[in-house]
């Protein structure tokens, strides 16, 4: 995968995590200051699709934080409750890219799309940080000539610096909570992010004080503060990392190991060496040698459990309990509601994870976060969504809408569309999808009992005959026994 190629697909689920988001109301932006009015976080998880996750433990229990399109989102476990703040609340343009958290300081980037007359490229919506736990924000203009392609993908904290790795904007260091910013390439050569792959960073990490950097050519280390620095590529060790683009760092610190993990990515496009490949590379020695697993999985992000490794990748969660010799891949998640409503996770790709105390793991998807104490056996989901039938909207939608099969929601190479309802009574429930001609294409549940609630149901985008249905506007019914039918329409768009 190329690097403009992986930066259109990060930009991408930045803009479906955007527009699956709650409906949240926005103020304009006062960038560089604290905002007077001070509003309150909006109720609710900001978006579906999950960017990034971080963790703080409280004496009576903890905090989630999530980045999504809409904004970035708290979880107190304690009361089960989400809170998200937007740019309204001095966060930047855009889906959350990346989180940083020291205590109770939060560090937070976002990032947008940019307008089809610029390409379409990805740019940087700047950084937010708070130092009383979310109350208040200070927002900072994207360092850099220019926020085009200039993304901070990553942050880390070292002391009282801060490091962003912004793509085009290359490394930065800031000591003065962002009032300025010091460009540090990763070695000694002049920076040039358009001719030098090493300039071009995604990942950094504090490992225990030490300095890690992700790039488009490998993984670069430095003991004194990014004074010096050491490169690992695939091509300068004969135990090497798989793949020169480093999407991902993971530090995990346990007994007497300090363990550093990558998800590396091959760069063939541009190296022309034929014999990068898609893997996780660790290294328990400082980066002089590695080990690769989960060959040919694309991997987003690392969290760890005391010993325990786990993956978030394309093709699902993994998890390994012997140093990544053996992987152990998650089950479906399942959330059975004492509503009777079943909720599902339907996708296999996940962007992020996070582990909680007591041993709780947190999996963040393109539709949904998943909460699982006992490896996947039980999960709790939590999805942003309007309840239909409430504050003005329509007793049944669809979404997300417009629909493609091919690309929404995709569990076992099907895609995944929901009709949201709501029943004022128990009833039983009929579903029926309709084409434009108003002949039936197939019935999605048939006189279905339901208590009184939110639910939703899910279509696969396939008729009767099992075939997936051509482009254009469908219309659906809801049948409540007793309550009348309600129409609604679901747009395909492959």
């Keep these: 995968m190329t690097m403009k190629k992986l930066a259109q697909a990060i930009m991408l689920l930045l803009v479906l995590c955007f527009f699956s988001s709650s409906q949240i ?24 699709a999950i960017t990034d996750l971080g963790v703080q433990e409280l004496l009576e229990g903890s905090i989630i934080w999530a980045g999504t399109g809409g904004g970035l989102s708290r979880l107190n476990t304690a009361t089960d409750t989400w809170q998200t703040y937007t740019s309204a609340h001095n966060l930047g343009k855009g889906g959350v890219s990346a989180i940083a958290i020291s205590d109770t300081i939060i560090w937070v980037a976002t990032g947008f799309d940019t307008l089809p007359d610029q390409g379409d490229l990805p740019a940087g919506g700047g950084l937010s940080y708070s130092l009383d736990d979310g109350q208040t924000w200070t927002h900072i203009a994207q360092p850099g000539a220019t926020p085009v392609q200039n993304i901070t993908y990553d942050i880390a904290l070292i002391d009282s610096s801060v490091w962003i790795a912004s793509f085009g904007g290359g ?11 010091e460009v540090v390439p990763p070695d000694s050569f002049f920076f040039n992010p358009g001719k030098n792959l090493n300039h071009r960073a995604f990942s950094v990490i504090n490992a225990g004080g030490e300095l890690w950097v992700g790039t488009a050519e490998g993984v670069n280390k430095s003991v004194d503060g990014g004074l010096t620095w050491a490169n690992f590529n695939h091509q300068n060790q004969d135990k090497a990392i798989s793949g020169n683009f480093i999407v991902a760092l993971g530090f995990q610190s346990y007994a007497d ?3 550093i993990w990558a998800a590396s990515w091959p760069t063939t496009s541009e190296s022309g060496d034929e014999t990068e490949f898609y893997a996780v590379s660790r290294s328990d020695d400082g980066g002089l040698t590695w080990s690769t697993y989960l060959e040919s999985e694309m991997v987003h992000n690392f969290a760890f459990d005391d010993s325990v490794i786990f993956a978030a990748s394309d ?56 909460r699982t104490d006992d490896n996947g056996l039980t999960c709790t989901i939590y999805r942003a969504s309007v309840n239909a039938g409430e504050n003005g909207e329509p007793r049944t939608f669809a979404f997300p809408n417009p629909f493609s099969p091919l690309r929404h929601n995709r569990l076992g190479d099907v895609g995944h569309v929901r009709i949201q309802y709501k029943t004022t009574k128990s009833t039983t429930v009929s579903i029926k999808i309709y084409d434009f001609a108003m002949d039936l294409v197939t019935t999605v549940i048939q006189g279905e009992s339901r208590g009184i609630g939110n639910f939703n149901e899910i279509w696969d985008g396939k008729n009767d005959k099992g075939d997936m249905v051509a482009n254009g506007v469908y219309f659906y019914s809801v049948e409540l026994d007793g309550d009348g039918t309600h129409w609604g329409k679901i747009m395909i768009l492959n």
């Design 25 to 48: 109301s926005g103020q304009v932006l006062r960038k560089n200051s604290w905002r007077l009015d001070n509003p309150k976080p909006e109720p609710g998880l900001g978006g579906n």
């Design 171 to 181: 490394l930065q260091k800031s000591t003065n909570r962002g009032e300025t910013w």
């Design 257 to 259: 190991k300090n363990v």
């Design 315 to 370: 093709n699902g969660l993994f998890k390994s309990t012997d140093d990544g010799k053996t992987w152990y891949v998650f089950p479906p998640c399942v959330d059975y509601q004492e509503s009777g409503q079943i909720e599902r996770i339907y996708t296999t790709e996940f962007y992020s994870a996070a582990v909680s105390n007591p041993h709780v793991l947190w999996a963040g998807s393109g539709d949904g976060l998943a």
